[in-house]
Nanobody, 116 residues
Framework: QVQLVESGGGLVQAGGSLRLSCAAS????????MGWYRQAPGKQRELVAW???????NYVDSVKGRFTISRDNAKNMVYLQMNSLKVEDTAVYYC??????????WGQGTQVTVSS
């Protein structure tokens, strides 16, 4: 059974930092490119960053230079270091596979709230 569990969110002032973690189970983690997604209130879920099996990383323009995605295959974990947070980064953050139109079952996500 696939399970993705996100953690590390919270309330932070603009300019602050948070580190999100995602624990994956029930999958062969090391062969999956993984992504971080977010969903703001009233908006669709969007991709934020992804990391391939070879550890190459990619970011959407809105977070480039501020967010860093990483992974630890030994622990089946993927992380998102978020610096210089902005109010518009406020959302529920999720992890999931990057490739494939059919995603794994979504976890509960972790709420990130950035105050001005």
């Amino acid at each position: 059974q696939v399970q993705l569990v996100e953690s590390g969110g919270g309330l932070v002032q603009a300019g602050g930092s948070l580190r999100l973690s995602c624990a994956a189970s029930g999958i062969i983690f090391s062969i999956n490119a993984m992504g971080w997604y977010r969903q703001a209130p009233g908006k669709q879920r969007e991709l934020v960053a992804w990391i391939n099996t070879g550890d190459s990383t990619n970011y959407v323009d809105s977070v480039k230079g501020r967010f860093t995605i990483s992974r630890d295959n030994a622990k089946n974990m993927v992380y998102l270091q978020m610096n210089s947070l902005k109010v518009e980064d406020t959302a529920v953050y999720y992890c999931n596979r990057y490739y494939g139109s059919t995603k794994y079952p979504w976890g509960q996500g972790t709420q990130v709230t950035v105050s001005s």
